[in-house]
């Protein structure tokens, strides 16, 4: 497994991670086998959300978070093995966004609680908030930092103004941004190689002013969610209809390779050189293990470009 610099932590941490997104309606024994495989994998990161499970029939907020705890049980010496990383900030009823000092403190006590836990290695912003202050940010994890709670802070889908909106304030650093990147829904990849190109779809600046390069400029760690997702549709690009052209240059990579198109999905995303993370949603252990093949896999410039225009992508 191939590891990337984490932020500015100083930690080497996986360029795979395993988002605990769909573990709610899995009993005791599927988690523990899914972790075993995980783990088996090279996976030693994990990623919650307080909001994880809300909707699963007498879950609620921390359901997830409260599975996972359940199902594993981990030992203190355990627990040291791993990343468990959370957000915060989605409120479900009624649906809105909150990074109050109180809601931030109060969800990441409960994450504490339900993760069965002393500390939370990652505590992420989930969503940005239109009423955000960012002194009350700043508030939160500051006192989370100092009593020992939260190890690192990062956000979740946030542009770069709104970043430097909380760096006005926040002085613990942002170390990371998970953001939603696949193969079909690239735009903060591909706004950069088509901007100004009048009428191309791909130039049109999405998420105001680069994230990628923000993220590299400012040592920050990119997490890609979603990455085998075709875009905000529903459904997954593998032996999808409307992208003949991809999946014929995925199944020709993972031929050559040995692999499968997962694997070449996944390699596409650790190839770039931002040292990004790919959070996998998957619950199925083998579908963790073909992505964990893409991990470290030498595509070359002209293999990366050649999946991007096979995605539909411009290439000016």
Known sequence: MKTVPFGTTGIAAPNIVAGMMRIADKDDDEIRGLYQAIRESGIDFFDHADLYGFNHPGGGVHHCERRFHEALQLSSSERAEVTLQTKCGIIPDPFHYNQSYEHIVASAEGSLRALGTDYLDVLLLHRPDALVEPEEVARAFDELAQAGKVRAFGVSNHTPRQIDLLKTAVTQPIVVNQVQLSLTHATILTQGL????????DSVTRDGGGIVDYARTHDMTLQAWSPFQKGLSAGIIFGAPEYPELNAELDRLAAQYDVTPTAVATAW??????????????????????????????????EWYGLLTAAGHTLP
């Open 194 to 201: 088509a901007s100004n190109m009048v009428g191309v779809d």
């Open 269 to 302: 995303i650790t190839r770039h050189p931002a040292g990004m993370q790919v959070v996998l949603g998957t619950t199925n252990p083998q579908r963790v293990a073909d992505a964990c093949a893409g991990s470290d896999l030498p595509l070359t410039r002209a």
